[in-house]
């Protein structure tokens, strides 16, 4: 008897030894793989009609027409596929996730505001935020993209860069480089505290520019000689920016209209910094020749849509709309055609698909393919200094490829295998339909009470058909109509234009339903974010 | 209080910006013939001539021989007078026109917020505006900086600042920066009281000195240094403040000041304040109850921009009359009547003729308010303001004499460019909206909307 307990002992700890050992994954099986025969988009050189690449160890090893196959290597046909670089977003915010914050009134109506009430948060950093995942990758994966540089986009100083792999859940493996880029807004304080003004923003920028300058000169003459001189005050905020003011490190302008995209340039010639514009009111356009005069590198939305200052919004929605059409979405195709070095930016588009639209009407509107491709993947590597990590299919670059049926970017395309980091990940078919689907039908009236300082009540008519979700907000300044919204299990989300003293504003509600009830958040581009909560009227 | 703007309307304006874009060469000639000028000196020809070369009147008289190669504009009898000038608006800005997180703004500047594309730009010279001041808002004691504008529209912003104008400070007195109409959002802001209004500026001004000061110790030290040839080491700089600086711009008479204020009382306070310190006040905003008061205006030289029948908006506005306008300037008060609104602004002859109804003022009086009186207010009256030889060709063209209740602007000039054609622009509007029904019928006939 104690014989067989031992041996029971035994199997008790041999299956507890398995079952805590994590799953093996499939890169940690293969670290060699080969695509054989596949039609290559280098980027490096023109395209290889019928090659053969090498991945090792997450890096590319080799790729060409007559390349031998290692015998180690696990093999792809790619007689059917084209391979691409990994695409990457030059500019997105929508891998952050901010904790949840409940705006605290009490503090508000005592006028006690913090740097972050009036958008200065140069410390905010996209490292300390980011939320990556599977399901995220495979959603930015089956659109081509592998890579993206993430930045906060709200307020003054919004916040520092950092790029990033789609390949590891595990921030640290997935990031690149951190702390590129610090983000510059014109977006004034929605509290009663400077700035609140686009006026205030601007002066506000010129101080705080001078300030920083103000302080690294301070400090460098303090640790060269401390004797005889007073030791400058620390400032977290300055210690920050010193970098980027001095041009150690560049800025993002983050640019609402052609007028912000001026501004920028002031700024930088006052100033001297060193800056991207970030254009995402897609208004480059009308600025080439100041652009091209200051050799400004540009982000480029794929949203079109006109801002509000814009005479296509001040004549109305209809030729809003038109413009949006027919206007706006040439903007990159006329950089490209002026030679001003362009790369694109999810910011502005709801999610990586609208990302893609947004990229396919570029090229509808005159973009050509392969430059759409080579602003995607060649262009942002060599923006943030990582053009011999990234950007192009070449021996020593990190593997990070796209295999795709048909031409990456067509509306046809199908993208099967990526590498990313070197690891592979297989695109399964996507089973039709988008989202899940509803479990709640929301048709009918509802009472809708918008917390916060924007605090008001507003009534909402919705109109449920399956998936699709229209209707009409009525507001104090008239009623605004409303299509294209979702309702996805029990999450509905929905768009509004409203106008209110001649201004168009962009109203983003996303609300997840409960019976009678509606709990969820309206976001409003500058303004920001308000939480509200609806209740249906019976009836 | 926006205009209602049709789609149609504003893409005849669209189209008439590009036109006007493609009307230059500095050095072509005009002949604007046979109109009834006034001049706004004083005299009025009838059957005159104006003469435009490049973008200045270079003469004006009676049967002038058109230069060869000139455009020639016949004006069959119709009325011309200066470009009008608003001295006192907020239009073509992008964004709040109040500064609200500080009561002394110093620091900003409406020049850094010009929006070229801002539609009233181009309502303005639908109205024979042709130059106007864009400011700050009234919220704080010390605003923003202001500036002059030349309606150039179509142009960008660089292109539609007033060259060589002297940038404005705006300041408020009274109810605006006491804040009284405070929403209760936050605590209550200083100064509360109009003494603490008069008091927040006196301390700026004081502090302002200390800057300066601080930098002129650095500058002489530096100078020093630089004379001992490496003997004496460079002093470190002080540390730069915009909104001091603006406050000093104010005290060495670089910035000319624009004080909005409606009582009489707050007025005289301002005044001694504004000589014990020097300070270059041109004009009381609105000044409502500046006609209480002409004789300490007159002997400060300081101006009243207003309206001609707009008061009683507030309590402090209460105390004046439909002839305040009238009585100051026959006291001897340079006067400009504003607009301080987008509407209004097309409409300004309008209320200049009031003045001529209700105070008796004479018509040549009334369009000097709209022309001259402002150009001297801005600093600007060398280059514009009335007709005459050497002056900006800035002029607007009226069916019937401008004072008339039922005149209509038919035509725009700017630098001797025509920037708005009423007749070109119906024609236009009417050929756009055209387009746009011959566009929409066969998309009804397919059913539905695209």
Known sequence: MPHTRYRLFLLTVALLFFAGLPLRSEQDLHRVWAVKDARIVTLSGPPIEKGNLIIRDGLIEAVGANIPIPKDAEVIDGAKLAVYPGLMDALGQSLLKFPEEKLDMARIRAGDFTDKDRGITPGLAALDYVSLGKAVFE????????????????GVFTGRSAFFLFSDPDKNKALVLKDICLGIGFSPSSFLVYPNSLMGVHAYLKQALSDAIFFDQARSRWLKEPRGQARPDFNPNLEVLADFATARKPVIFLCRNQNDIRRSLGLTAEYKLNYYIADLGGEAFEVIPELKKAGARVLATVAFKAPGSSL?????????????????????????????PFALSSLGSDDPKAFVEGIQKAI?????????VEVLAKTPAAFFGLERALGTIEPGKIANVVLSEGDLLAKEAKVRFTFVDGRRFELKEAKPGEGEKPTVNVSGKWEMAVEGQMAMNLTIELSQEEAALSGKLITPFGAFDFTGGTVSGKDVAFEISISVGGQDLDLFFSASVEGERMRGSVVQGGAGTAEFTAKRIPG | MKPKITAIGIAAALLSLCLSGRVSAAERAVLLKNGRIITGNGATIDGGDILVQGTKIAQ??????????????DLNGRWVMPGIIDSHSHIALEGDVNEMGDIITAEVDCKDVINPRDINIFYALTGGVTSIHTMHGSANPIGGRGIALKMRWGKSAAELIFEGAPLTSKWALGENPKNSNDIGMGPARYPKTRMGVEQSIRDQFEKAKDYMKKWADYEKKA????????????????????????????LSGKLWVRCHAYQSEEMLSILRLCREYGVKLVCFEHGLEGYRITNELREYGVAVSTFADFWAYKWEAYNTLPQAAALCAKRGVLVALNSDDAERMRRLFNDAAKTVRFGGVSEDEAIRMLTINPAKILGVDARVGTIEAGKDADLAVFNRHPLDSFTVCEMTLVDGMVYFDRAKYLEERKKAAEEEKTKKEPEKKSGGEV
């Open chain 1, 312 to 340: 296509y919004a001040q004549r109305g929605r209809a030729e809003r709309e038109k413009a949006e059409k027919e206007v706006y979405p040439k903007n990159p195709a006329r950089l490209a055609e002026a030679g001003i």
């Open chain 2, 223 to 250: 100078t020093a240094a630089k004379a001992s040839k490496g003997k004496t080491a460079p002093p470190p700089p002080p540390k730069k403040d915009y909104r001091l600086e603006g406050v000093a711009d104010i």
């Open chain 1, 139 to 154: 959603k930015y994966h089956k659109l081509g993209f592998v890579a993206g540089h993430v930045m906060p986009d709200r």
């Open chain 2, 60 to 73: 004006v008289g009676k049967s002038l021989p058109a230069p060869a190669g000139a455009e020639t504009i």
């Open chain 1, 364 to 372: 509808e509107a005159g973009l050509a393919r392969e430059k759409a």
